[in-house]
């Protein structure tokens, strides 16, 4: 890998919230030379001061349209937001970076701009031209997801076969490719309470997950059977398996949280690009003050280097 795809672009996120604060916590943390953070340099330093820390890191600066207030949104400066955003996929795909770290952001506020934004993952999706897969990660855990920011009433009709099958083709593929499993086990949580307790408690495992891994099998994917997810995640069996995945956002980002909150890495699959992030939000109420947690955005960064080797 030549010296530009080492370069790692690490996005500073929404101004206000705690992306600066932890942008200048990791220039201390992480001994990285090629560490590019995209943003704006005036406020980096602005925010360093604030915390009474020095920032010394390699900045592409991003100019703002509005001074920034710790804690306080801005819809002007939506648009600085989104230009960080594009310049680390268009970076990425132009071999400039080899991967994008992502600092959270605040979609609320870019919508309130009037921009129509879904997220991180769907963003670099439009630019990159792949298709997302979520996943986070923490020691001994991989949670992927079917489905990822729907309304719960809506997940049912969104489970198709098609849409299984293409999220576990992309979950083994990178697994093997990104993270170096020769022959990646996966478990599958079912949709319903007991997996449909044999379709008495509803009839999706019956009629579209199991035929789906059926199919995944005959590829020679690795797959369970649809599995009640109250129990798939105990010891017994995570212990076979390489990554789980569950049917819908609260089924099995809860359980990873509870077991990695604050070591845990938003990692977004299906992409030709390599791109992690932090397991939390912009935590408004903590910007400025000092008391936010780096560890996410350093596991993050961690994550996106072994990814890189």
Do not use: W
Not at 69 to 95: P, Y
């Amino acid at each position: 890998m030549s010296a530009s795809r080492q370069r790692l672009a690490v996005t500073v996120g929404e101004p206000a919230g705690i992306g600066p604060d932890l942008c200048v916590e990791l220039s201390h943390r992480i001994n990285c030379d090629d560490l590019v953070f995209i943003g704006n340099r005036e406020l980096l330093d602005k925010r360093a001061d604030q915390l009474g820390k020095s920032f010394s890191g390699k900045v592409h600066d991003i100019p703002l349209a509005a001074p920034v207030i710790a804690g306080k949104l801005d819809t002007a400066n939506s648009q600085a937001v989104l230009h960080s955003l594009r310049e680390a996929a268009e970076g990425c795909m132009q071999g400039r970076y080899a991967a994008v770290v992502t600092a959270p952001l605040h979609k609320g506020i870019i919508n309130d701009a009037g921009i129509p934004f879904s997220g991180h993952t769907e963003y670099f999706a439009d630019i990159t031209g792949g298709y997302p897969v979520m996943m986070l990660a923490c020691p001994g855990l991989r949670v992927a997801l079917a489905t990822t920011h729907l309304p719960l009433r809506d997940v049912p009709d969104t489970i198709t076969r098609p849409l299984l099958e293409k999220v576990m083709r992309i979950l083994h593929n990178d697994l093997i490719e990104k993270f170096a499993i020769e022959s990646p086990r996966i478990l599958v949580c079912g949709l319903n309470p007991h997996a449909g307790e044999g379709g008495h408690m509803g009839r999706e495992e019956i009629e579209i997950i199991a035929p789906a891994l059926d199919q995944l099998r005959a590829e020679g994917i690795h797959c369970s059977e649809p599995l009640p997810a109250d129990t798939l995640f105990t010891p017994r069996h995570l212990h076979q398996a390489d990554a789980v995945l569950a049917m819908y956002h609260d089924q099995g980002l809860p359980v990873l949280k509870h077991m990695g909150f604050g070591k845990a890495v938003n990692i977004t699959l299906g992409l030709p690009i390599i791109r992690t992030s932090v397991d939390h939000g912009t935590a408004l109420d903590l910007a400025g003050s000092g008391k936010a947690d780096v560890g996410s955005l350093v596991a993050a960064v961690n994550c996106a280097l072994d990814m890189i080797n």
